[in-house]
């Protein structure tokens, strides 16, 4: 028996990329048969209450997800303990959530790529100023690093 994990993804503005890596992650852990308790949410407050970007919703239906149901929202210093796992899309918000996180906070903190072999220490690139085919990178990046994660907590599979 696996205990429960839960994983939070953490992006800017929680429209884009950290709603893919928790489409992805979400669909590893469905194809595992694993419980897992699967959010994100931005650094910035920006976008709270917003469905994901329509750019993320076409790339995330073409890949087999529906996220419409997804709403932004802000990280919050309770998270820090809510979650075992806090996993930041590039390392500006990781700095900022290295900065917010309280003293008694009980999850650990990562960058995405990380999980990735040869990929260590980059960030998922931001899609939001670009075109549907930056999705799709952004998908390509987070599948990649949902499985990757996936073996780092749970082993090879
Ligand atoms: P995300 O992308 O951090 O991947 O959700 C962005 C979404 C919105 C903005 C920037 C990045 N914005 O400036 O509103």
Redesign the pocket.
């Known amino acids: 028996v696996t205990e429960q994990q839960s994983v939070l993804f953490v ?9 893919l890596a928790e489409a992805a992650f979400s669909v590893e852990m469905a194809r595992r048969g694993f419980a897992v308790r699967v959010d994100s949410a ?1 650094t ?1 407050g ?2 709270a209450g917003e469905p994901p ?1 329509w750019r993320a919703l076409k790339v995330a239906r073409r890949h087999g997800t529906d996220i419409a149901h997804y709403r932004g929202g802000q990280i919050t210093q309770a998270d820090f303990s809510n979650f075992n796992h806090i996993v930041a ?1 590039d390392l500006e918000n990781l700095s900022r959530l290295r900065a917010m996180r309280p003293p008694n906070a009980t999850a650990s903190l990562s960058l995405l790529l990380d999980f990735v072999a040869g990929r260590e220490g980059q960030a998922v690139a ?3 100023y670009g075109d549907i085919a930056d999705f799709e990178t952004t998908w390509t990046d987070v599948s990649l690093a949902a499985a990757g994660l996936a073996r780092h907590l749970f082993g090879t599979e």
């Open positions: 992006c800017l503005g929680n429209i884009c990329r950290s709603p931005g910035s920006w976008h970007d899309l931001d899609p939001f």
